[in-house]
């Protein structure tokens, strides 16, 4: 039963990583997005992507209710 759980996450995350690698690669610049803090020193770099996670969180939010939404009708 976990194994199974693990596969679907896993393919989950190989899927997720497939349309990040599509959207950056059709130019939207997640990460680099006007509001996402980057600092950076002579030895380190703090990068936190505010903007991209709350354009994030909408979109899947927005995914996850048209599926449920799709599923109970």
Known sequence: MVGKYILILGV???????IV????????PLGR???????RGE?????????????ISVA???LVNLVLWYFRR
């Open 12 to 18: 989950f995350l190989a899927l997720f990583g497939a």
């Open 21 to 28: 690698w599509l959207i950056e690669s059709l130019g939207l």
């Open 33 to 39: 997005l006007p509001g996402d803090v980057r600092m």
């Open 43 to 55: 030895n380190w770099s703090l990068s936190f992507p505010v903007v991209t996670c709350i354009i």
């Open 60 to 62: 899947l939010t927005v």
